[in-house]
């Protein structure tokens, strides 16, 4: 049901902007999570961002240089990721559902029924 696309191969240091859009269903009232699964690791997740926009949380390894962002006229969200590291080489999901995206919340990827299919991101020289 949601669609991600923008991985690539990217250098260290370098940034990308993944999106996630959702053909054919409004994302609305949905808050957005975004996971990650490293090769040989659980999938874990980044950071959210609730429905109306306002409250996004991420992990620690990523604030500071990845952030979350929703264009509802596009009905498409997005993460932007800087200063990329080979540490954050992986698929990366987005997910959304009614779950509420609160700092205090964990991320679960059970919360969320609704998924894409990945994209692929590979921090290398």
């Known amino acids: 049901q949601l669609v991600e696309s923008g991985g690539a191969l990217v250098q260290p240091g370098g940034s990308l902007r993944l999106s996630c859009a959702a053909p054919g269903f409004n994302l609305d009232a949905y808050a957005i999570a975004w996971f990650r699964r490293a090769p040989g690791k659980e999938r874990e997740g980044v950071g959210c961002?609730?429905?109306?926009?306002?409250?996004?949380k991420y992990i620690d390894s990523v604030k500071g240089r990845f952030t979350i962002s929703r264009d509802k006229a596009k009905n498409t969200a997005y993460l932007q990721m800087n200063n990329l590291k080979p540490e954050d080489t992986g698929t990366y999901y987005c997910a959304g559902d009614y779950t509420p995206c609160l700092e205090a919340r964990p991320l679960v990827s059970g919360d969320y029924a609704n998924w894409g299919q990945g994209t692929q991101v590979t921090v290398s020289s």
């Open positions: 961002i609730n429905s109306g926009g306002g409250i996004t």
